[in-house]
């Protein structure tokens, strides 16, 4: 397996910390609803149905927006997607544009692709802005920088912007603020995601916390961005608004605990020219439907479910191993239990093929999920097309094949557990057991085995 770069104790407190109390405020949410189970439900059949019936519901929801006035482009790989992008950017004449938290635009690397065309994307929701400008990849899928201190935020600005240094939050994210009206009222391209495009009214859905998915993309006509163009999964697509509505009230709460984000944007199309409302929005909206190995995952039945998420989050806030590991130790923007499927899936890379083996494999990912994904299943058909495209070590596939074999004989069993606890001492194990025991002490192995207890204190 991959070694996973280990969290300092400080970090992995501050994470710890914020993971738990996100937690917490899901329980107390969650307990308001006694049908909570009921909703999680109807949500994973909204998305089964969706992406059972994918084809349908995006060519439904490409008459509708396109009869909106957007302009819709199914696009097959990341490099499309950017050319696109970049295409419209020179078009445009500009060399800075503004973008809402996008996960797809990560995956693609739009950022890197723009730069390399002279054009400078700029984040502008708070954790994401916060992350270029110390140039890391998100943390998480929902929280950026949520293993960042305030402190350390402070000393980022004051390093990178040039102000003093504060810690106080409010202050904090006045400074952002400063800089990103700046940014909103001059760019003249906006780029966001999608939360869900809605086949029936051919709108696009997005949520933010902070309003900057609005400024992106709906500001009044002589400022802001004339072009929106939105990058978004073709996974995302929903029959209806009532199903868009029905997943809202899910997203929120199973990330964070909030009721609903402070901010929901129904985007119908362009600024209207005549009649409607003229004042505000783009003169043109792009929509981009993204494949890039979403298809693949759709053929796979055992990996289909993966494409319900909606990227709440709430399976990272649980994972034992994210709590330990962080999210920067996956390397791919898709990072915790999900992302474990969902990385391997889109890249069939041999980093990638490691990531389903960083899981202990407890469901609580599962348990916790509104859509009800069967994720340590996925987890675990991901360790099996690994292992069948060689991707699995040779020493590792022998030692579970001899693991086999003495599972399957019980006496082998028995002679080789007593043999290795007589031959094998602490400091074998120890150096066995290297780079694990470098930041951790192997428990001491206990005095008697299971069957010796179990002998001496037989079942009443
Ligand atoms: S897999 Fe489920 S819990 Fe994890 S981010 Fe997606 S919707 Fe949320």
């Known amino acids: 397996m991959m070694p996973l770069p280990a969290l300092d104790s400080q970090r992995r407190a501050t994470l710890g910390r914020a993971l738990n109390l996100a937690l917490d405020k899901r329980r107390q949410s969650v307990a308001q609803f006694p049908d909570w189970e009921a909703m999680r439900q109807r949500a994973h059949d909204i998305r089964a149905g969706a992406v059972e019936r994918l084809d349908e519901y995006l060519d439904q929801f490409e008459r509708a927006a396109t009869a909106n006035g957007i302009r819709v482009v199914r696009v097959a790989t990341a490099e499309e997607a950017c050319r696109y992008v970049a295409a419209i950017a020179k078009r445009l004449g500009v060399t800075t544009a503004v973008k809402a938290k996008s996960m797809v635009t990560e995956e693609i690397h739009l950022n890197h692709a723009l730069e390399a065309e002279g054009i400078r994307a700029m984040e502008t929701d708070l954790g994401e802005y916060i992350a270029q400008l110390c140039g890391q990849p998100p943390f998480h899928l929902t929280a950026p920088i949520v293993h960042l201190s305030r402190d350390e935020v402070g000393r980022i600005l004051a390093d990178k912007l040039g102000v003093p240094f504060t810690n106080d939050p409010t202050r904090l994210t006045l400074i952002a603020r400063d800089v990103m009206r700046r940014e909103f009222l001059t760019a003249r391209l906006g780029i966001s995601g999608a939360n869900f495009c809605v086949a029936e009214s051919g709108s696009l859905m997005l949520v933010t916390n902070e309003g900057n998915g609005r400024m992106c993309t709906t500001l009044p006509a002589k400022d802001g961005p004339r072009v929106h163009v939105a990058i978004t999964g073709i996974e995302k697509v929903v029959p209806t608004l009532k199903d868009a509505a029905h997943l809202l009230r899910l997203l929120a709460r199973s990330g964070s605990g909030m009721r609903l984000t402070a901010y929901t944007t129904l985007i119908n199309g362009p ?158 194990l120890n150096r066995l057991a290297k780079p694990w025991t470098a930041t951790r002490d192997l428990p001491p192995l206990a005095a008697k085995t299971f069957r010796e207890l179990w002998k001496e204190h037989p079942a009443e």
């Open 271 to 428: 600024r209207k020219r005549a009649g409607g409302d003229e004042s505000t929005g783009p003169d043109e909206v792009h929509v981009l439907l993204l494949d890039n190995g979403r298809r693949s995952m759709l053929r796979d039945p055992h990996l289909r479910e993966a494409l319900y998420c909606i990227r709440c989050g709430a399976c990272s806030n649980v994972c034992p191993v994210y709590h330990r590991a962080g999210g920067h130790a996956y390397q791919s923007v898709y990072n915790g239990p999900i992302g474990s499927v969902w990385s391997p899936a889109l890249w069939n890379t041999e980093r990638a093929a490691t990531l389903p083996f960083a899981s202990s494999l407890c469901g609580a990912c599962a348990d916790i999920c509104p859509v009800k994904i069967d994720i340590h299943h996925a987890l675990l058909w991901q360790r099996k097309l690994a292992a069948d495209r060689g991707r699995v070590p040779l020493w590792q596939r022998l030692a579970w094949r001899a693991w086999r074999i003495g599972m399957s004989w019980p006496a082998l069993y028995r002679f080789g557990s007593a043999a290795a606890r007589k031959l094998v001492g602490p400091a074998v």
